[in-house]
């Protein structure tokens, strides 16, 4: 292995974790934060009749789950190719 590729599979790792680390901090926000702390905050607006802190903890959190999981895919596949990594 080059010293190229050395290189390049240090930069993907790191890049992989802050990735990861920066999506999982918005899943705890969204899950944590609009649907047990900031709830009573958001329970002044709604959505549909149902007050917004109850909608993000039952349905919000869920689409913003799928959301994020397509961004992983997305960013994961432009990393692969950036730093030449077959995955």
Do not use: H
């Not at 990735?19 to 999982?24: D, E, F, M, P, Y």
């Not at 609009?34 to 869920?62: K, T």
């Amino acid at each position: 292995m080059t010293d190229d590729q050395i290189k390049n599979r240090a930069l993907y790792w790191r890049a992989t974790k802050q990735l990861t680390v920066s999506l999982l901090l918005v899943w705890f926000l969204v899950s944590f934060g609009a649907g047990i702390l900031f709830r009573e905050a958001l329970d002044n607006f709604s959505i549909g009749g149902a007050p917004l802190g109850f909608w993000m903890a039952q349905n919000g959190s869920i689409y913003i789950f799928v959301l994020l999981i397509i961004i992983y895919c997305i960013q994961m596949t432009r990393l692969e190719r950036k730093y030449g990594i077959k995955g």
